[in-house]
């Protein structure tokens, strides 16, 4: 199982970035998709998930500014990140969970907020 995360990049603070995971088999054998996030000398923390019946749960800081979604026809995963902060500066991590509890790990993408 591969999980390819891409989308990151430099944006002023107060704008948007749509991260995506791809993944090399039907995410419909993962119960959970998240997004983590580890920061300049942090540890990782997690940022959202979504099931598989399409339940989600955000982080308090980036209630109602980020919003996660899958499109399991394109084994995809997105995080729509709106009103960026400067503490939002990390880099982000596709992680898939299997029903079993056996997880993975996508390679990251680096999101940087500016002022």
């Known amino acids: 199982v591969q999980l390819q995360a891409f989308g990151g990049g430099l944006v002023q603070a107060g704008g948007s970035l749509r991260l995506s995971c791809v993944v090399s088999t039907n995410i419909f054998a993962f119960n959970v998709m998240s997004w983590y996030r580890q920061g300049p000398g942090k540890q990782r923390e997690l940022v959202a998930l979504?099931?598989?019946?399409?339940?989600?749960n955000y982080a308090d800081s980036v209630k109602g500014r980020f919003t996660i979604s899958r499109d399991n026809a394109k084994n995809t995963v997105y995080l729509q990140m709106n009103d960026l902060k400067l503490e939002d500066t990390a880099v982000y991590y596709c992680n898939a969970q299997r029903r079993d509890g056996t997880t993975f790990w996508g390679q990251g993408t680096q999101v940087t907020v500016s002022s």
């Open positions: 979504v099931t598989s019946r399409g339940g989600t």
